[in-house]
């Protein structure tokens, strides 16, 4: 690697890793080797982090800071000479994260020593040290006290502060001056990396036994008290911690825990690096979701009634969840997460527990999952609550935005602070008796002032904007302009306005005539809406002024990529194994292999009845595809998370509801949807240490089994013959991978041409692509079709291949126990286990009679530590599944993972119709993700989803070799016959 790719991998570090603002310049040696190895960087040609030592990897490092690869740096004053060297360079090229690698070796040697108090005395003593142990300079040097000064380490900083404002980045530096003007640069670097990241995540801990709930209006007062009383349990020395609360760092301390507190997502969740082994241990108490005050108003009567809100964003997937208060006999009713994070519905509160609740000013009300009792829901009193429009009901919110309406809640012992406030917003007084008779209610019309003392009555002055939930059109081309789908209106949210006052406008760029178009402020969305009017490139102002370090914006048709970047798959249906499937393409020795007698197919096709084809008109409504399909072109890195798909189902479905069409139901939607997807062949996707790995696959024709009637005739002896008959006399494509409007009108002109008709299915699911069937007397049409316009096709039918090459759940688990990576979670406690031979008990009479089979019923509380799998963090986006093995977990594939559940308890859960040809299963499971895809492709369809079932249709061609294909052989695969 040369120094400009170090310096992309450190600012990566500091300010990619996670998905919030938060950055600290805590960094070590070994943090920067880890993460190389982390994201497999490319060190020498061709080959990456990963089949290096990490000795090799450090020295590719240090020698960057080299005079010359002979001399290396004889002394300190060499070494000086370099980073002098490196600054001007970043200087005359304008690339400030070339000084990003300068920081971090400054501020290795803290890191590297925890224990290291905040005086700067010693700094160069552990300085020159770390530099000659790690090579960076040739002999031991003398203290040095003027190497961050000759460096000028103030100009640098103020470089970097300067870019990472112009780059919207949040981070500013903790230069210290003193009074007299001089810089104590040590003091500088020490508070860039004052407080580590061990001790930064325990924060939570502070939080958590403090009595606070994320997203509630804390007071900075409220976060120091809980600093004060519970600093020990981070780790911290009674040194340490006096130095914090001091006058010269309590101004960091607060700004620290109130950035810490705003990104608190509620867990407890520890991850510590076990300094012997060097393993990652994790570990894990209770996770705490807010409970937000909800209110109920009726303006006619104005009659008010409140409960609580459960907001839990992480949770994807889980059941109806049942909660318990802590301290009470409560009953709450069962509730679902939706997509939004929010519960499906409120928990009301009887008088009397309300009454009981608001008494205590600093009290918390706290609740716990009744299966999962690690999972809590806190609510924390506070002096007052700023309530929004939240689906005809008001729910607390933390962002107060000018010109916006709200009510607000104050208590009546401290109302003397909020009077002239409340003036000034000109406050409607509703009520003087809510919440026990403890607060007041007023109603603000249209904010004007804010409460600079009160963090969240304060509103955002900074002028910014940020593209929210637009469906973007991805091109491989390294282009400043921002491509905007043409398919719906632009929304933005922008902060530092009056909604009620101020006008934005788009304003044309690069165009002979300035054309400018107005948005419409959204109150209930909370976004400025441009619509698809203006046809160039455009920027955003405010009034006369044009946003500071906003985009350029342009609408576009979606792009089809001349080049896919398809996830590589073994054939476990993981990424990091040998190559099994690329995309859609099977190996050629897969592929090749002849299974079907095609001159008997032929044959028996040629008896079947003519199907008429319904020629239905293709809707350009396939949203979520056209974006997957533009963002999926060849590159080094992956464009796709869940958080990007997640913005654009959330997206799409509010469109649906503005428009009036019914959207899906939140619960398991996403996943299920990804699911389908995977299923039907239009995208691949793993997860892996870097989270999803999402793309669509490249546009291909999967060649299906013809469809087969079963019929039943009378036979000698009474006894009656089954036999197939094919009712299809044409061959059968299904249209796979990715698409775009432009390519879909190309494959309808050409069917005249090529002798193919198509087949246009619109599905119920409205986020689930149109399927695209085409048919043709002979095979070689989809060949030429698929050479004229660059979709891949193998003449093989493609499920019979895939099902003869999967491996068995026996295996996987011998895989697995060879090869699979030690995980060690036996001390967390959120983790979810199911008792596979209650699953198979239950199962069947819940399908006889169309009920779902729920968690509460097939839930363990305890695991076997000696044998089983187990999911911890479940339905959170940490979500780890093991297998335990002779007492040593294992992390494993998820959708392997049940079914190995059910070999080690001997279960046979699914279920095999012979009459319907089906094989059903609970919801709960899902097939290993290559099966899911084989079962799925033997009729194109996707399976059938019913109320606690997932059932594949089995249709099997008897003109096959492919022995796998049949039912009896899938269900021994899978260890359920």
Request: net charge neutral.
């Amino acid at each position: 690697m040369n120094y400009t790719a170090w310096s992309e991998l450190i600012y990566k570090y500091y300010f990619e890793r996670h998905s919030d603002a938060r950055v600290v310049l805590h960094i070590t040696l070994q943090d920067l080797v880890d993460f190389a190895k982390e994201e497999n960087v490319e060190i020498a040609k061709g080959r990456y982090a990963s089949e290096f030592k990490d000795d090799f990897i450090k020295r590719d490092f240090v020698c960057k800071f080299w005079i010359n690869i002979k001399d290396r740096c004889p002394s300190i004053e060499d070494f000086k000479e370099k980073l002098l060297a490196l600054k001007h360079m970043a200087k005359e090229e304008h690339n400030y994260k070339y000084l990003l690698p300068i920081i971090a070796i400054l501020i290795m040697p803290i890191c590297e020593n925890d224990a290291l108090e905040l005086h700067g005395n010693d700094y160069y003593g552990h300085l020159l040290p770390f530099l000659f142990s790690n090579g960076f300079i040739n002999k031991k040097a003398n203290n040095d006290g003027n190497l961050l000064q000759d460096i000028a380490l103030d100009e640098i900083w103020n470089c970097i502060n300067k870019w990472a404002e112009s780059e919207s980045l949040a981070f500013k530096s903790s230069q210290v001056v003193s009074g007299n003007g001089r810089r104590h640069y040590v003091r500088s670097l020490m508070k860039e990396s004052l407080l580590s990241p061990s001790h930064l995540q325990k924060f939570c801990i502070i939080f958590e036994k403090g009595g606070l709930a994320p997203k509630v209006n804390i007071e900075n007062d409220r976060l120091l008290s809980a600093f004060r009383t519970n600093y020990q349990y981070i780790g911290l020395s009674i040194g340490r911690y006096n130095q914090l609360v001091g006058k010269e760092f309590k101004e960091y301390l607060i700004s620290v825990l109130r950035k810490e507190y705003d990104h608190w997502d509620g867990t407890t969740k520890i991850k510590e690096r076990d300094p012997n082994t060097g393993r990652i241990k994790i570990k894990s108490d209770n996770t705490y979701y807010p409970l937000l005050l909800m209110m109920d108003f009726d303006v006619n009567s104005r009659v008010v009634k409140f409960g609580f809100h459960l907001y839990c964003p992480d949770i994807d997937d889980m059941d109806d969840m049942h909660f318990i208060a802590d301290n009470s006999e409560v009953d709450l009713p069962l509730i679902y997460i939706k997509s939004d994070g929010y519960a499906n519905r409120p928990f009301y509160i009887e008088n009397n527990i309300v009454n009981r609740i608001f008494k205590d000013r600093n009290g918390v009300y706290e609740i716990h999952e009744e299966n999962l009792e690690t999972i809590k829901g806190r609510f924390v009193v506070s002096d007052y609550y700023l309530l929004r429009v939240y689906q005809n009901k008001y729910i607390a919110t933390n962002e107060f935005i000018k010109g916006k309406f709200y009510f607000i809640v104050v208590r009546k012992d401290v109302i003397e602070l909020f009077t002239e406030w409340l003036k000034g917003n000109s406050a409607e007084f509703v009520s003087d008796c809510i919440l026990g008779g403890n607060y007041c209610l007023y109603r603000i019309n249209c904010a004007i002032m804010e409460m600079p003392q009160r963090n969240n009555l304060r509103f955002n002055s900074d002028l910014k904007c940020k593209s929210v939930n637009n469906i973007e059109v991805k091109t491989a081309e390294n282009q400043e302009v921002i491509l905007l789908s043409n398919l719906f209106p632009a929304h933005f949210e922008i902060s530092g306005v009056d909604v009620a006052k101020d006008k934005i406008y788009a304003v044309s760029v690069n165009s002979e005539n300035r054309y400018s178009q107005e948005l419409i402020y959204d109150q209930k969305k909370s976004v400025w809406i441009l619509s698809v009017s203006i046809n160039t490139e455009f920027v955003l102002y405010c009034n006369e002024s044009r946003i500071p370090y906003g985009h350029t914006y342009k609408f576009s048709d979606f792009i089809l990529p001349k080049s896919f970047k398809e996830v590589k798959l073994d054939k476990w249906g993981k990424t990091n194994g040998k190559l099994f499937s690329l995309g859609l393409t099977l190996p050629d020795e897969v592929a090749n292999k002849n299974l079907i007698n095609w001159s008997l197919l032929k044959e028996q096709m040629e008896d079947a009845p003519i199907k008429t084809i319904v020629n239905n008109t293709y809707k350009e409504t396939d949203y979520l595809l056209y974006a997957i399909t533009s963002a999926s072109y060849q590159t080094d890195s992956w464009l796709m998370n869940m958080k990007w798909i997640k913005s654009i189902r959330d997206r799409i479905v509010s469109e649906l509801e503005d428009k009036g069409k019914e959207s899906q139901p939140d619960r398991f939607a996403l996943k299920n949807l990804l699911a389908d997807y995977f299923r039907m062949g239009y995208i691949n996707y793993a997860y892996t240490e870097n989270g999803l790995c999402i793309t669509a696959n490249h546009p291909t024709l999967i060649l299906l089994v013809p469809e087969y009637k079963r019929e039943i005739l009378p036979g000698a002896d009474g006894r009656n013959i089954v036999r197939r008959k094919c009712i299809e006399r044409k061959y059968k494509c299904l249209l796979s991978g990715g698409r775009t409007i432009s390519l879909i009108k190309e494959i309808e002109r050409y069917q005249l041409q090529y002798q193919y008709e198509l087949e246009i299915k619109c599905e119920d699911n409205s986020l689930m692509p149109q399927t695209i069937y085409l048919y043709a007397e002979e095979r070689d049409s989809f060949k030429k079709l698929a050479e004229k316009l660059n979709l891949k096709y193998q003449d093989n039918i493609y499920s019979n291949a895939l099902l003869e090459t999967l491996p068995s759940v026996e295996e996987y688990i011998e895989e697995i126990t060879s090869n699979g990576v030690e995980r060690d979670l036996f001390m967390v406690k959120s983790f979810r286990a199911i008792d596979y031979k209650r699953m198979a008990e239950l199962y069947p009479e819940k399908l006889k009679l169309g009920r779902y089979l729920s968690n509460a019923e097939i839930d363990k509380r305890n695991f076997d530590k000696n044998k089983d799998f187990v999911i911890f963090f479940p339905g959170t986006k940490d979500e780890v599944s093991v297998l335990i093995h002779d007492g040593q977990m294992k992390e494993v594939d998820k959708y392997w993972g049940h079914f190995i559940g059910m070999r080690y308890a001997d279960a046979k859960v699914l279920i095999y119709d012979k009459e319907r040809a089906q094989i059903s299963m609970p919801q709960q499971l899902r097939l290993p993700l290559l099966y899911a895809r084989a079962l799925t492709m033997l009729t194109g369809q996707t399976p059938e989803s019913t109320l606690g079932s997932r059932a594949y249709n089995i249709c099997v061609n008897p003109c096959t070799d492919a022995s796998a294909s049949s039912p009896d052989t899938i269900l021994k695969k899978l260890g359920q016959i």
